[in-house]
């Protein structure tokens, strides 16, 4: 049931925010703000249950507890990649009494752990508006916060394998003519990790896609969907000038003003709203736009029932890396190009992590990422065997507690 994987997840999350593991370094970071964290964890524990329990009878607790799967599952990859990077560290400072941890990592994962305390804290107010918790004494004084899950953008980091034709599928749907007074809107399905921004990504940098459409455009919708937001978003996109606070209709007139006439590219990338009739207010805004029969809209999602609901046509779904693509990417992040061949004692041991990783691109370049300087058969022996692989269930995708493999190589 849903109710007890929620709570066996916040449960699990709140017993890593207060590991020792993690404590270990809360002196080394801004502690303050993973204090917050477990707070705010504590509070969504203890009311979790009564939520669970209304939400038949409320569509707003019910929002808040699909928005707050997603957020735990972000908040879990956080963790794992604090305690990961904390562990790296001692395995290569052992003989010292001290960790020093550079400003930029302490940078980027206070922003993190933060952005994740904001998200909670929403959802922790939705509970608190229905009176969840009341003998609770914990976010007594915390604004109200409303923040996307995650943020994509639009730019290439890195060389993609195994998505050429994938990308050559979707570039033909975007370039044939349409015969219809309508939008188009192409929606990408997979599961996580599967590479549906990566995808999104080829598509919008190619140079076909830009001859064809003079004006591009990239939006990270996540969890959170407003319609202003949506068109601040895309007026941002255009002018790089802030508009939030206008009502609606002056947005409108203010997007159709800065398109004047010209075919654009839309990319929702992350949808999660299953709601039609937020879908619905927006196309009534969108259709207003010049030549939107011209231009085309690709959607990005995890939901058969967002494709159903805002595509035009069948949705594209992606499928898992082929084995020999997954292999190759898993060497491209273990070693340094070449060098792989020096070690090909190594190659039957990253066949089999292949196969655990099931031809999740994520999945792959973590375990790449982990595998990374390690030249030892023994430690890729120990990544292999480690009894930690596990499939999700919800979702079917590899989820790999990364801080737990370190763990078994630190013993």
Same mark, same amino acid.
């Given at each position: 049931?849903?109710?007890?994987?929620?709570?066996?997840?916040?449960?699990?999350?709140?017993?890593?925010?207060?590991? %020792?593991?993690?404590?270990?370094?809360?002196?080394?970071?801004?502690?303050?703000?993973?204090?917050?964290?477990?707070?705010?964890?504590?509070?969504?524990?203890?009311?979790?249950?009564?939520?669970?329990?209304?939400?038949?009878?409320?569509?707003?607790?019910?929002?808040?507890?699909?928005?707050?799967?997603?957020?735990?599952?972000?908040?879990?990859?956080?963790?794992?990649?604090?305690?990961?990077?904390?562990?790296?560290?001692?395995?290569?400072?052992?003989?010292?009494?001290?960790?020093?941890?550079?400003?930029?990592?302490?940078?980027?994962?206070?922003?993190?752990?933060?952005?994740?305390?904001?998200?909670?804290?929403?959802?922790?107010?939705?509970?608190?508006?229905?009176?969840?918790?009341?003998?609770?004494?914990?976010?007594?004084?915390?604004?109200?916060?409303?923040?996307?899950?995650?943020?994509?953008?639009?730019?290439?980091?890195?060389?993609?394998?195994?998505?050429?034709?994938?990308?050559?599928?979707?570039?033909?749907?975007?370039?044939?003519?349409?015969?219809?007074?309508?939008?188009?809107?192409? %929606?990408?399905?997979?599961?996580?990790?599967?590479?549906?921004?990566?995808?999104?990504?080829?598509?919008?940098?190619?140079?076909?896609?830009?001859?064809?459409?003079?004006?591009?455009?990239?939006?990270?919708?996540?969890?959170?969907?407003?319609?202003?937001?949506?068109?601040?978003?895309?007026?941002?996109?255009?002018?790089?000038?802030?508009? &939030?606070?206008?009502?609606?209709?002056?947005?409108?007139?203010?997007?159709?003003?800065?398109?004047?006439?010209?075919?654009?590219?839309?990319?929702? &990338?992350?949808?999660?709203?299953?709601?039609?009739?937020? #879908? &619905?207010?927006?196309?009534?805004?969108?259709?207003?736009?010049?030549?939107?029969?011209?231009?085309?809209?690709?959607?990005?999602?995890?939901?058969?029932?967002?494709?159903?609901?805002?595509?035009?046509?069948?949705?594209?779904?992606?499928?898992?890396?082929?084995?020999? &693509?997954?292999?190759?990417?898993?060497?491209? #992040?273990?070693?340094?190009?070449?060098?792989?061949?020096?070690?090909?004692?190594?190659?039957?041991?990253?066949?089999?992590?292949?196969?655990?990783?099931?031809?999740?691109?994520?999945?792959?370049?973590?375990?790449?990422?982990?595998?990374?300087?390690?030249?030892?058969?023994?430690? #890729?022996?120990?990544?292999?065997?480690?009894?930690?692989?596990?499939?999700?269930?919800?979702?079917?995708?590899?989820?790999?507690?990364?801080?737990?493999?370190?763990?078994?190589?630190?013993?």
């Amino acid at each position: 049931m849903a109710e007890s994987f929620l709570s066996i997840i916040a449960d699990t999350l709140l017993k890593n925010i207060i590991s %020792p593991s993690i404590k270990q370094t809360i002196s080394l970071l801004n502690a303050s703000d993973l204090k917050r964290l477990e707070e705010t964890m504590t509070y969504i524990k203890a009311v979790l249950l009564d939520a669970e329990k209304l939400q038949q009878h409320n569509q707003t607790l019910r929002l808040s507890l699909t928005k707050l799967r997603g957020v735990f599952y972000d908040a879990e990859d956080v963790l794992d990649e604090f305690r990961c990077d904390a562990l790296r560290k001692e395995l290569k400072t052992v003989r010292f009494s001290s960790i020093s941890i550079p400003l930029a990592y302490s940078l980027r994962m206070g922003h993190k752990i933060k952005k994740i305390n904001e998200r909670l804290e929403t959802i922790a107010t939705d509970f608190k508006r229905f009176n969840l918790g009341e003998n609770v004494q914990i976010l007594q004084n915390r604004p109200y916060v409303v923040q996307s899950h995650r943020d994509t953008h639009s730019l290439m980091t890195s060389k993609v394998l195994g998505r050429d034709q994938d990308k050559e599928n979707i570039i033909d749907l975007l370039v044939q003519p349409r015969g219809v007074e309508t939008m188009t809107v192409i %929606p990408i399905v997979g599961i996580g990790g599967l590479g549906k921004t990566t995808l999104a990504q080829l598509v919008y940098n190619d140079e076909r896609v830009s001859r064809s459409f003079p004006l591009k455009l990239w939006v990270c919708v996540s969890e959170f969907f407003d319609v202003a937001r949506f068109l601040c978003e895309i007026i941002f996109n255009i002018n790089h000038e802030r508009s &939030d606070g206008l009502p609606v209709n002056a947005l409108l007139t203010l997007l159709q003003s800065l398109i004047k006439g010209k075919r654009f590219l839309l990319i929702l &990338d992350d949808v999660w709203n299953e709601d039609r009739v937020k #879908w &619905d207010e927006l196309k009534a805004i969108l259709m207003k736009l010049d030549y939107l029969h011209q231009s085309k809209i690709i959607v990005t999602t995890r939901s058969l029932a967002v494709a159903s609901i805002m595509g035009t046509q069948s949705p594209f779904e992606l499928e898992a890396l082929s084995h020999e &693509d997954s292999l190759s990417l898993l060497l491209k #992040w273990a070693f340094n190009q070449g060098d792989e061949e020096r070690y090909p004692n190594l190659f039957p041991i990253a066949d089999e992590i292949v196969k655990k990783c099931k031809g999740v691109p994520l999945a792959v370049r973590t375990m790449g990422s982990l595998l990374y300087g390690k030249t030892r058969q023994r430690d #890729w022996e120990l990544i292999r065997d480690n009894h930690i692989w596990k499939l999700d269930q919800e979702e079917t995708v590899i989820r790999v507690t990364k801080a737990q493999i370190l763990e078994g190589e630190a013993q």
